[in-house]
């Protein structure tokens, strides 16, 4: 009888051991782009691979119809979201410099405040009232709006109307929104960019990230930069301690976080990219981040799964 319940015991332990894995199938298309180049196809695909590896999970990924790629993730348990944002993220990391943000408040403000009159030529004819609030004397945001309004706000201010009105040495400006808060509320702020839109730095100088804790014991990533990177960074710290103003760190065209530089240039290309994140959304950053740059932007259009045989 005690040899019948060993061998059952060893039954079940080994059932557990070697279930077999589920195949998590995932098909991606490419969002603004109808024909995509062979390198950029085959770029995408390692990029994919290299994230999913870093994720820890067994994968096969390739070419599916014409424009497509197909994802075969092979694990007993997963989270979809999680996985979905590893592989469709574009992972665009971006350094800027920022503008004071009382620089552009009168500017924008008068053009919300005059949207309700007959709009000519290239203006956009919105009716609405928006409702804002400036940012902080010296620092980086213009206002804070309504996540709701953020679409037409941006196609105000960014009409060729509108930015003929800039003056010349903002002609250039980039706006970029911030991450909203708990109450809906959204950061606009104003990069110095330049008629390439080519910021000083980017994720390509990246050879190390992972998520960590910061001074307020909440998470977030740690970048290392390399050689290239460091000297550029380095510069770049020195400027803006010296000028007193913001460097904007992005990922997506959004502005994560917008710090100045308060002890001087910052040497040996290490930096922190801070925001409302969870353990998990710093984690999967840090992984997009030391994985490289999708450059076209996925859409996800069939998800299923084929359940264990």
Same mark, same amino acid.
């Given at each position: *009888?005690?040899?019948?319940?060993?061998?059952?015991?060893? &039954?079940?332990?080994?059932?557990?051991?070697?279930?077999?894995?589920?195949?998590?199938?995932?098909?991606?298309? &490419?969002?603004?782009?109808?024909?995509?180049?062979?390198?950029?196809?085959? /770029?995408?695909?390692?990029?994919? /691979?290299?994230?999913?590896?870093?994720?820890?999970?067994?994968?096969?990924?390739?070419?599916?119809?014409?424009?497509?790629?197909?994802?075969?993730?092979?694990?007993?348990?997963?989270?979809?979201?999680?996985?979905?944002?590893?592989?469709?993220?574009?992972? /665009? $990391?971006?350094?800027?410099? *920022?503008?004071? #943000?009382?620089? &552009?408040?009168?500017?924008?403000?008068?053009?919300?405040?005059?949207?309700?009159?007959?709009?000519?030529?290239?203006?956009?004819?919105?009716?609405?009232? &928006?409702?804002?609030?400036?940012?902080?004397?010296?620092?980086?945001?213009?206002?804070?709006?309504?996540? /709701?309004?953020?679409?037409?706000? *941006?196609?105000?201010?960014?009409?060729?109307?509108?930015? $003929?009105?800039?003056?010349?040495?903002?002609?250039?400006?980039?706006?970029?929104?911030?991450?909203?808060?708990?109450? #809906?509320?959204?950061?606009?702020?104003?990069?110095?960019?330049?008629? @390439?839109?080519?910021?000083?730095?980017?994720?390509?100088?990246?050879?190390?990230?992972?998520?960590?804790?910061?001074?307020?014991?909440?998470?977030?990533?740690?970048?290392? *930069?390399?050689? @290239?990177?460091? $000297?550029?960074?380095?510069?770049?710290?020195?400027?803006?301690?010296?000028?007193?103003?913001?460097?904007?760190?992005?990922?997506?065209?959004?502005?994560?976080?917008?710090? #100045?530089?308060?002890?001087?240039?910052?040497?040996?290309?290490?930096?922190?990219?801070?925001?409302?994140?969870?353990?998990?959304?710093?984690?999967? $950053?840090?992984?997009?981040?030391?994985? #490289?740059?999708?450059?076209?932007?996925?859409?996800?259009?069939?998800?299923?799964?084929?359940?264990?045989?």
């Amino acid at each position: *009888m005690r040899n019948i319940y060993l061998l059952v015991s060893l &039954f079940l332990i080994c059932s557990c051991v070697f279930k077999p894995k589920q195949e998590f199938r995932f098909v991606y298309g &490419f969002e603004n782009q109808s024909d995509i180049s062979n390198i950029e196809l085959k /770029k995408t695909i390692d990029v994919i /691979k290299n994230r999913l590896a870093h994720f820890g999970v067994e994968n096969t990924v390739n070419r599916f119809g014409e424009n497509q790629l197909e994802v075969i993730i092979k694990a007993n348990e997963l989270n979809i979201e999680r996985v979905d944002e590893l592989i469709s993220n574009e992972g /665009k $990391l971006e350094l800027w410099h *920022m503008y004071k #943000g009382e620089a &552009f408040f009168e500017y924008t403000s008068e053009l919300l405040s005059n949207i309700n009159e007959t709009n000519k030529g290239d203006r956009i004819d919105i009716k609405s009232n &928006f409702e804002i609030h400036p940012g902080y004397q010296g620092g980086p945001i213009i206002f804070n709006a309504k996540v /709701k309004d953020t679409g037409a706000i *941006m196609d105000l201010i960014n009409s060729k109307d509108s930015r $003929l009105d800039l003056p010349n040495e903002y002609k250039n400006v980039k706006f970029l929104w911030g991450i909203p808060d708990e109450s #809906g509320s959204i950061p606009l702020y104003a990069a110095k960019s330049n008629s @390439e839109n080519k910021p000083p730095l980017t994720g390509e100088v990246i050879i190390n990230a992972s998520q960590s804790f910061g001074y307020t014991d909440r998470p977030e990533v740690s970048i290392q *930069m390399n050689e @290239e990177g460091a $000297l550029i960074w380095e510069r770049m710290t020195e400027k803006a301690y010296r000028e007193a103003t913001s460097i904007a760190i992005t990922l997506n065209d959004l502005v994560y976080s917008a710090p #100045g530089v308060t002890a001087g240039p910052i040497t040996g290309g290490k930096s922190s990219i801070s925001g409302d994140f969870t353990i998990e959304e710093a984690q999967n $950053l840090a992984i997009i981040l030391t994985s #490289g740059k999708i450059i076209p932007k996925l859409k996800l259009l069939e998800q299923t799964i084929v359940p264990n045989r």
